[in-house]
């Protein structure tokens, strides 16, 4: 029973392991570590939550409204340079999409034909 | 049963190996299958030593004394509640509970990494399993839970009686778990350096899975400490034994790290600093390891006398020279995106927090390695005791725990004296009249003094917070003081959730200082019908009851108590000889209460039918067990995700 479970593990293990090399191959975007996605919403997120903060300590009473304004406007200032950033990143990003899809359609489509293609330009 | 254990232990390496080897070599040449499969080997690997740990423990239920490890820690006599503990009460099942408790994390780590970090993912994997593999390969060739015995005895040598206690079944789990846990915030950290990420990215799940490691660990050490409490028999809670000592440095290198790392997720500043603390924390972790199973001290935690030490000091230098030497090399790319601008400011706060936390952490180390060192030095083991501790890192966590007060009072970036002031002035002035009180009750020693109104000025700074956090939203939104209480809570989870974590430090201050500087200890042998005064109470020795079972001797005392002249209770305490072990364990009889604890342990009984008790009185300790809960509820509200409405709708 022992031998019987060992051999089926073993080999379930051996499956799963090997599976991905036999997918359909697709144009992955590994990703660059320059280029992540999501970066500039995870810094907006923290902008806002150090207005919130800011507006809860000043409502508080502890910090001065001088202190506050400046701060504000600060952290205003930040969000928006963030929000472009985002702007911008998110056409480039659609850019990249729809790219891939071109790609994946080229390779099910050389698929079906079985005809030898050039490989896609790398991006 | 013992095969399919083996079995699947070498598969568990080759898996792990492949997964730390392809995720490398997967990023560096851009092969994306590789990559994927490596990503599943890691969750392949729960299953797998699911399987191995399944197997070890349907050994340890069919009493299987084939296998070592199985007669070495169980019996015929072993109740089955036991078996979990069983499992991991020696060398070789700690080992694989570590290896199995890695797998999960690991495999919890890379499917729930946010997308920030997946680039770099790939390291950070391959971080895991080269741990993983150390503790598998370890196992397999030096310690391994399978291995047979010649011959089959008929019984095992049973179980340590210290570990037959409720305490045991979460407390070595917790710690083990915590300190092996440490790894993924390690790995998420250097990995991102490995695959240039210098920025924040890493911050979010690294502050996530510290929060969770820490957690951990503080309910292991709490556990730990009402285990001696309770069992050990000399009505102490914490020894600063060297043990213990490992297991709480990498806490409180954790506890630094978890504050400075809300500095880089709000600020973008400290990034060098919590690559260094994070490093820290994992060397201090490896060395609690190390200590738990090299066995250069002896303790009564350590795995007894174990060849494993210089194998796994050997580690202890890898991890700690590896992650620092992957910090140096890509040093210049992790500035921090803003300067200090203020003393004042929570900036600085945070990071004399992380220098005081420093500073109990180095104290314990140099206390717990000096007799190692002495003994290298001069031939002669000069240990440290308890007072060495107490003198020095006693002031060290006063002012940490002011701090604690003060420090969530003062704004980010920049502070006012003239608001500080007044944000300070009623905590100042509570504790300042605690300290009166309790000076004009005749309390004339100075650290309890300024303890109780440390405690007073932090608990009245918490309250006023919520006071004024509830009015303001009040005013703003016009809500009721229960839904404006509530709101408050869920609008700002990590600061309100510390707040209770802080709360729950208070509460263990208040038990300690009870218990340390305010009890009241008498030990004493007393004949059939004798008494003895304590305090304000009176115990008369009723007589003992012996019991004998397959496996020990348990010798029932009872006593009968009286309180003020007038009768209180009966109560019954309990020791246990287990002849094969040439050990006794106790069960104390404890009437607990907010006030204080009575507590009743037998030490011996006596041919001529007297018996050694020791009596003890311990005020307020009540409070620091009952900390171990609010801990955990303050640290699940700081862990609970923010919504994204939720942090746009007031900003």
């Known amino acids: 029973m022992a031998v019987f479970l060992s051999v089926l593990l073993g080999l379930f293990c051996i499956g799963v392991v090997v599976y991905p090399f036999f997918k359909d191959r697709y144009f992955q975007n590994l990703g660059d570590a320059s280029t992540v996605p999501g970066d500039s919403a995870s810094e907006l997120d923290n902008i806002l939550r150090s207005i919130r903060a800011l507006q809860s300590e000043y409502g508080m009473g502890n910090i001065s409204e001088e202190a506050f304004t400046r701060e504000l406007d600060q952290y205003r200032n930040d969000a928006a340079t963030c929000i472009q950033h985002m702007e911008s990143g998110r056409f480039s990003e659609l850019e990249t999409d729809v790219e891939n899809e071109i790609a994946i359609a080229r390779l099910r489509l050389q698929k079906s034909e079985d005809k030898p293609m050039s490989e896609p330009e790398s991006f | ?651």
């Open chain 2, 1 to 651: 049963m013992g095969e399919l254990g083996a079995t699947t232990l070498w598969m568990a390496i080759c898996l792990a190996t492949y997964s730390g080897v392809g995720s490398v070599v997967g990023k560096i040449f851009g092969i994306y299958a590789l990559l994927e499969s490596s990503r599943k080997s890691v969750y392949l690997l729960v299953l797998v030593l699911g399987v191995c740990t399944a197997s070890l423990v349907g050994l340890f239920i069919s009493r299987d004394f084939s296998i070592a490890y199985v007669a070495g820690h169980s019996n015929l006599a072993m109740d089955h509640i036991y078996t979990w503990v069983a499992f991991y009460a020696g060398n070789e099942g700690s080992l694989l509970y570590i290896a199995f408790v890695l797998s999960v994390m690991a495999a919890l780590a890379v499917r729930l990494a946010p997308s920030r970090v997946r680039p770099t993912l790939p390291f950070s994997t391959a971080i895991m399993m080269v741990v993983l593999v150390f503790f598998l390969v370890v196992m397999a060739f030096m310690a391994n839970p399978f291995a047979k015995l010649p011959i089959t005895p008929p019984d095992g040598e049973g179980i340590n009686p210290l570990l037959t206690h409720f305490g045991m079944f979460f407390h070595p789990p917790a710690l083990m778990a915590g300190l092996i846990g440490i790894t993924i915030p390690t790995a998420f950290a250097i990995g991102g350096i490995l695959g240039k990420q210098t920025r924040d990215e890493w911050v979010e799940i690294g502050r996530i899975w510290g929060l969770v490691i820490w957690l951990l660990l503080a309910s292991g050490l709490l556990l730990g400490s009402w285990w001696a409490y309770t069992i050990l028999g000399w009505g102490g809670f914490w020894f600063w034994d060297p043990v213990e000592n490992a297991a709480f440095m990498p806490w409180l290198v954790l506890t630094a790290f978890i504050h400075s790392i809300m500095v880089q997720r709000r600020r973008g500043m400290f990034r060098m600093w919590n690559i260094v603390m994070i490093n820290i924390a994992f060397s201090l972790a490896l060395y609690g390891m190390f200590m738990n199973r090299g066995g250069p001290v002896p303790s009564v935690h350590s795995f007894g006398a174990s060849s494993l030490g210089w194998v796994f000091l050997l580690f202890l230098a890898f991890g700690t020279v590896v992650p620092f030497a992957i910090f140096f090399w890509r040093f210049n790319l992790l500035r921090s995106a803003r300067a200090l601008e203020s003393m004042l400011s929570r900036e600085s706060a945070f990071l004399m927090n992380n220098l005081l936390l420093l500073g109990i952490a180095f104290v314990t180390l140099w206390g717990t390695v000096y007799p190692l060192i002495s003994k290298l030095i001069t031939a002669q083991e000069i240990t440290i005791a308890r007072p060495f501790y107490d003198q020095v890192n006693g002031p060290i966590m006063l002012a940490l725990i002011m701090l604690m007060g003060i420090g969530p009072l003062i704004p980010w970036r920049q502070a006012s004296a003239s608001t500080l002031c007044k944000s300070l002035m009623w905590p100042g002035i509570v504790g300042f009249i605690i300290i009166i009180i309790l000076a004009l009750m005749g309390i004339t020693k100075l650290y309890p003094l300024i303890g109780y109104g440390i405690a007073g000025m932090v608990t009245t700074g918490i309250i006023i917070e919520w006071i004024n956090g509830c009015r303001s939203r009040r005013s703003a939104f016009r809500e009721s003081y229960p839904v404006a209480f509530a709101r408050l809570l869920m609008a700002n989870r990590p600061r309100y959730g510390g707040y209770i974590v802080h709360l729950a430090v208070v509460m263990v201050l208040l038990g300690v200082l009870g218990a340390s500087f305010f009890n009241i200890q008498k030990d004493v042998v007393l004949a059939q019908g004798e008494s003895v005064d304590v305090s304000n109470y009176a115990v008369k020795y009723v007589g003992t009851n012996v019991i004998s079972r397959s496996d020990r001797v348990s010798y029932l005392t009872d006593v009968e108590v009286s309180r003020d002249g007038q009768f209180f209770k009966n109560m019954t305490s309990r020791r246990d000889f287990y002849p094969s072990f040439n050990m006794a364990s106790t069960r104390a009889a404890i009437h607990s209460t907010p006030v204080e604890d009575f507590y009743i342990v037998p030490s011996e009984n006596m041919a001529d039918g007297s018996v050694g008790i020791r009596i003890l009185v311990n005020p307020m300790i009540w409070w620091m067990w009952v900390a171990g809960p609010v801990f955990v509820v303050g640290t699940i509200i700081a862990l609970w995700p923010d919504r994204r409405r939720d942090i746009v709708k007031t900003a």
